[in-house]
C-alpha cells in the first residue's frame, strides 16, 4: 500500500509497479501448482541450492504420507519395518493411513535395523545422500523443483533388517 501511494501521480511508476506486483502472484501461482502437495518448501531463486543442505523444507512431515504409501503400493512384503533417518513424525502419519496398511507398516526406532529408513533431511547434521548410500540404496525420493524433500532407502542386505511380525509391534488403544 505504501508503494502505492509512492508513486501515486507517477502514471508509468504506478503501471509497472502493478505489473511487477502481477508477475509476482502468477509466478507464486504457478508455484503452488506445480509444488502440491508441498507447496510449503518454498524457496525463491536467492537462496540457492541445494536446500536440503542449507534449510530444513517439510518440517511438516507432509511428504511422509506419499512415501510411507509408496512403500506400500510396491512392497508386497506382509510387513514393512520403516524408521526416521531424521526427525520427523512418523506415529502422526502412520495413523493417518488405512486400518489395513496400519497393519502392515511397523515404524521401529533406531535400535532395530529396518527394511527401509525414511528421511526428510530435518535436524540432521550431515544432510549428504552418502551417509544413507552405505548400507542402503534408494527406493524412493520426492523431490520439488529437482530438489529432494523426502528420501526412502532401503537396506541393501535384507539378511540385517530385522524381521518383525504383528504381534512384534506395539498394540494401539483400539486393539486393547
Given amino acids: 500500500d505504501a508503494c502505492l501511494h509512492a508513486v501515486r501521480g507517477h ?10 506486483l502481477a508477475v509476482l502472484v502468477v509466478y507464486q501461482l504457478q508455484w503452488i501448482v506445480r509444488a502440491h502437495p508441498l507447496q510449503n518448501v518454498y524457496f525463491n531463486a536467492l537462496a540457492g541450492s541445494p536446500w ?10 507432509l511428504g511422509n504420507r506419499e512415501a510411507l504409501e509408496h512403500l506400500l503400493r510396491h512392497d508386497a512384503s506382509p510387513f514393512i519395518t520403516v524408521n526416521a533417518g531424521s526427525r520427523t513424525e512418523l506415529v502422526t502419519t502412520h495413523q493417518m493411513l488405512r486400518p489395513a496398511d496400519r497393519d502392515r507398516l511397523l515404524i521401529v526406532d533406531n535400535s532395530v535395523q529396518a527394511m527401509y529408513r525414511l528421511t526428510n533431511y530435518r535436524l540432521v547434521r550431515d544432510r549428504s545422500d552418502a551417509q544413507w548410500l552405505k548400507d542402503h540404496d534408494l527406493y524412493y525420493q520426492k523431490r520439488v523443483e529437482g530438489q529432494p524433500i523426502v528420501s526412502v532407502y532401503r537396506v541393501r542386505d535384507l539378511s540385517k533388517a530385522v524381521l518383525l511380525s504383528r504381534s512384534d509391534r ?4 483400539e486393539e486393547v
Avoid at 536440503?52 to 512431515?61: E, I, N, P, T
Wanted: charged share 30%; aromatic share 16%; net charge positive.
Fill in 11 to 20: 502514471r508509468l511508476a504506478h503501471r509497472t509497479l502493478l505489473a511487477g
Fill in 52 to 61: 536440503k543442505d542449507r534449510f530444513d523444507l517439510d518440517y511438516w512431515g
Fill in 170 to 173: 506395539p498394540y494401539t488403544a
